[in-house]
């Protein structure tokens, strides 16, 4: 089990290497798709390492690293080529401060005791902030034709409101990395669904594949993300009083 939880890390790996290329190369679709991918692969093998019996140290040390890689560089890089002809220093300092702030938060991260991990995480998770941008970004790709989809080369075709907004979210979902908010984990949505959980993840599924099909579907994934943003804290508040 520890051997696939480490192949899958390593896809997600793959896919935050990618997204930085893409970046580099202005395909700013595939490379937010990149990081939605790598999203996934984190999901699944941290469901694969709960399930092992003899957790791996090996596993959890680079499961971090490669969440840093996917979720802390490629986003940063991702943004600064995104919105950098107009806003250069602030790019910079913005995204530097959210690179930063992933980082403390994935240390912060290892060293918590375990048991305080049970069903939530303390400050939002990279990957959840990782997939906040990527799926902002995917909100303004334009599909030129059918079986290519490219980004405008220059800002100055986007509305101007979107930098402005995109170096706001960064500096927010910076500051929420590092909080005290409080939010879901897998086996936190878990308890919160019971036996609807694969019900659930069943329509999600389906939802962003007509979103796919209805070329929908930054929105769609942008307003998944920012629900669990939002309502998880108070989800986790009015669950821990349930009890």
Known sequence: MNYLANFITGLSLICGFASVIFSLESHFTFASWSIILSVIFDGIDGQIARR????????KEIDSLVDVVSFGIAPSVLGYIFIYRDFYLWATLALLIYLCCSVWRLAKYNITPK???????YGLPTTASGGVLASFVLIFRKSQATAEIAFPAHLTELPK??????????VVLALLMISRAR????????QLFGKKTKSVLLASFL?????????KAGTTMFSL????????????KRLNHSE
């Open 52 to 59: 092992n019996p003899k957790p791996s140290e090996f596993g």
């Open 115 to 121: 048991e305080k991990l049970a069903k939530y995480f």
């Open 161 to 170: 409101y979107v930098p402005f907004v995109f170096l706001l979210l960064v």
């Open 183 to 190: 939010y879901l984990n897998l086996d936190g949505l878990q």
């Open 207 to 215: 939802l962003i594949i007509l979103s796919i099909f209805f070329k």
């Open 225 to 236: 993300f920012l629900l669990y943003l939002i309502f998880s804290p108070f989800v986790v």
